[in-house]
Every structure is written in C-alpha cells, then in structure tokens.
C-alpha cells in the first residue's frame, strides 16, 4: 500500500493513533514506522484481540479424553530391529535423491548466556571451541559427502539479529557449504497490543513489535519464498531444528524413513521424560489426533502417573522440537484461513511488561504487565498433519540445549554430554578411554561431525586410520 493509503487503513481499524506524531518525525523515522505498519495485518490483530482478550482466553485448557501418545520405541527398548533397519534404508534412498534440507529456527540472541551476538555464533565444543552454526554446518555437510548429494540448509533468523548472522556466515565462509545452498530469512513479527486492543508504540517512530514464535516459521517459508526454492530443487522433505541444540543428528536416515513408512506429513522425535518434573511437552492423544501438551497446562497430579505394569511414567514422552515435515503441509498451514485453508496455526497470548510511550509521547517503563504479545508454536501444527508419527531417540545422541548460562541446559552440561558421546564412541571401536561413572571422559577430546556424526560414521572413520592416533588429552579427530 502506498503511505496515505497504510495511514487510512489504520485509522479505519481505530489503530490511528500509531501515526499520532508522524508530521514531527524526520523520513529515515517515517519510513521505519511506515515499515513496521505493513507488515501489520490489521484484521488479524482485530480478531486475535476479540478471541484471545476481549472474550477472556484464559480459560483452563481442555484436558478431556487425554491419554499418552503411541510411539515406536528404539530396538534396544523393545521396538521392532526390521522396521528400523527398513526405515533407514528409505531414509538414505530419499537423501540420495536430494529430496531432503534443513531447517532451523534461528532468531534467538545469547542474552541469557551472557553473550552478545546472534545464539547460532556462541561457541559451544569441548576442544575447539566450535560455535552452533559451525557445528550444524559441518553436520550439513558431513551428510551430504555421505550420501553423494549436497543438503541445502535453511535459516530463519529475526530482525534483531538477521544483519549480524548473515556477516557472520560470510565471515566464516559458510563453514564450506556453497553459499547458494545457504537460505537465510527473517521471521515474521507481531505487534504487542494493550488490553483494550490498541497497537502499542515503543516509540514515537516505532511500535512495539515481537517475533511471532516458533511456530511462525511455516508462515516465513511460505512468504519469504523458501518453499519455491524447495519446489525447484526438488525437495519435499524438510528436518526441522532449534539452535540452542548442538547434540542434534540434524540429517537421521532413520527419523526421515519411519515418516516416509508412515506417509506421515509431520513426524516428531521424543526422549523418555528423565522425571516427572522435566520441563518438556507431552506427546499424548486426543479425539483420535496426537497433540503437544506443555508441560506448564498438564496437572502435576498427570505427569506424576505411572504405569502399573511398568512402574514408568505414563506420560512418558517428551517433546524436543525435532521434526520432519513435509513441504506440502508446510504450505497448507502457512496458508491458513486467509489463503484459503481450513486450518491455521493458533496464536497464544503473553502478557508481558512493554516499553511504550503515553499520548503525549513520553517514555512509559511498566512495573507491571500493560500489554499483550501473541506468538505460535510449532507443534500445534501436529494435530493438523495426516498420520502423525512419533520415534524415540536416544537423549545422549540428540538432545544437549544450551538455555541457561549456568545450571542445567548450560554451556558446562552440553560441553561434557558431548564428550561423553566422544567417549563412548571411542570406546565402541576398543580404544581406551578411562571415564567415570556418568561415561565423563577425563581428559578433553573432540570429534569434527566431518569424521563422525553418530557412532556408525566415526566406526567407519577410524577403521580407515592406518595406526591409531593416541587417545591424550587434546586430540581431534577430522
């Protein structure tokens, strides 16, 4: 829309008053509101304010006819070897074919590592030093020498850090990948609104706007032209990750094959819940579909229930955002209503303490939430997918985040499950590695994923090592 046509459609909406002081703002200030203004769909904030404010959206969540998900269990817990077996085997005929990418969602900043930059470039490897983003690279990569056909990677990231990741990929060369292969794109964002439905300004020449959450990224493949590029090249597949997650098998033949059996249109990964209290999301069912329960809406008396038989918890399976999707689907959903879908992802609301200006302009810090933001999350789209399928994964091969600058989910916590991982796989060809109870390693050594991704790879790797190199403190394996 031209600007006095973006101004008019606000004032209609009742949003006028974001353009309040626009004569008084210099053109660099006009055109970063005008900006912020058309990325606005302003029916949409009218319909998230009536259904998720105005109508009360606090209601308790509907729990009923809930029970826990099915999912196949790993071979060593019971699950059938053959089906495993032939579910790789359709896994690397479908990477061979180059009908599979990545994809991860990486808009987040390190403020809570204490880290100033885009997440992707902390650094996160026992040895090296290696940041997120050279970590999947080389995972990238690694898969794709192995299955003769380069992977292409997609990268969403948000306005907050598009600008600092896309230097950083160029700085770094792109870790080796073809640049062309390289899909960076920005996440979309929503504007925080006050309780009585108006769009809050943070300043006069700027409003208050939030990424829409994870589960905007089927939204920002679709409209940044991502999937038209997949179409292009081929590829229906799409492994879906976040970036706080180094321990990740970004490229699983396996998880790839099991959705492909399936005819599945998304397909999820699950850990064993480690306690009752782990702060993951539940797979369970309901009405016949598999959904996602946050581990916050689930009674605590729910995720305390065991099995009778087994004495395990009955709502076992835990969520890690690890996906496989299908780019077909991905489109339905980022179409929506407005593009002429019966389903759309659901916004959740957060009301959260926001930074705005009072009618005469002037700063207004809240001690106490004044607005409301709205974002969607990535697993409410599994309710929607055709034969839904979720496997188990080994948390000591996918799953290490790094969250917390200290504690659990921290850099130290991700540092030493990797060298475990090291380790064990040392261990498995017969090398000697001295570890302590918890597989710890005592001494710092490092496997690039360019030598080995998951034991099967590293095996093959050092088969080919004429002498073995000495297991001593510092060793690196590339």
Request: proline share 7%.
């Amino acid at each position: 829309m031209a600007t006095p046509e973006i101004i008019e459609a606000f004032q209609r909406a009742g949003q006028g008053h974001v353009f309040a002081f626009y004569n008084e703002l210099a053109p660099a200030e006009r055109e970063r509101l005008l900006a912020d203004a058309a990325e606005i769909d302003l029916a949409e904030i009218a319909r998230l304010h009536k259904t998720l404010v105005a109508d009360g959206a606090s209601a308790a969540l509907n729990l009923e006819g809930l029970a826990p998900a099915p999912y196949e269990p790993l071979p060593e817990n019971g699950g059938d070897t053959d089906a495993w077996a032939a579910a790789k085997t359709a896994g690397e005929e479908a990477l061979r074919a180059g009908r599979v990418a990545a994809f991860v969602v990486a808009g987040g900043q390190g403020t809570r590592l204490g880290y100033n930059g885009p997440k992707g470039s902390f650094p996160v490897t026992p040895l090296k030093n290696k940041t997120l983003f050279q970590v999947f690279a080389e995972k990238i990569r690694a898969a794709g020498l192995r299955y003769g056909k380069p992977i292409h990677w997609f990268i969403m990231t948000s306005h907050a850090n598009h600008t600092a990741t896309e230097a950083f990929f160029k700085q770094h060369d792109y870790f080796g990948l073809a640049p062309a292969r390289v899909h960076l794109f920005r996440q979309g964002r929503m504007p925080a609104i006050s309780p009585d439905g108006k769009i809050l300004l943070e300043t006069k020449s700027a409003i208050a706007m939030s990424p829409d959450g994870h589960g905007g990224s089927l939204r920002a493949l679709q409209r940044s032209g991502a999937l038209d590029i997949m179409q292009r090249e081929g590829i229906d597949i799409l492994s879906y990750f976040q970036v706080d997650n180094p321990l990740i098998r970004i490229i699983d033949p396996a998880f790839i094959g099991w959705h492909l059996a399936r005819r599945s249109e998304m397909s999820s990964k699950m850990i064993p819940k480690a306690y009752a209290e782990e702060k993951v999301g539940h797979f369970c069912t309901q009405n016949d579909r598999t959904v996602v329960i946050e581990y916050s809406d689930l009674p605590m008396e729910m995720q305390r229930e065991t099995d009778p038989a087994t004495g395990k918890l009955r709502y076992i399976a835990g969520s890690i955002a690890i996906h496989v999707l299908d780019t077909q689907f991905i489109r339905r959903m980022a179409g929506g209503a407005a593009g002429g879908h019966e389903v759309a992802l659901p916004f959740h609301r957060a009301d959260k303490k926001i930074p705005t200006i009072d009618a005469d302009g002037n700063p207004v810090k809240p001690d106490k939430p004044n607005g409301i933001k709205f974002e969607m999350f990535v697993f409410d789209a599994v309710p929607h997918a055709k034969n839904a399928v979720i496997i188990e994964t080994r948390r000591a091969d996918d799953f290490s985040p790094v969250k917390n600058a200290e504690g659990l989910d921290s850099p130290k916590t991700c540092r030493d499950d990797q060298l475990r991982q090291f380790a064990r796989w040392l261990k498995q060809v017969g090398a000697p590695v001295e570890t302590d109870a918890t597989g710890l390693p005592g001494i710092t050594v490092e496997v690039s994923p360019l030598f080995g991704y998951d034991e099967e790879t590293f095996a093959q790797s050092w088969d080919r090592f004429p002498s073995k190199p000495a297991i001593t403190d510092g060793l690196y394996l590339e």
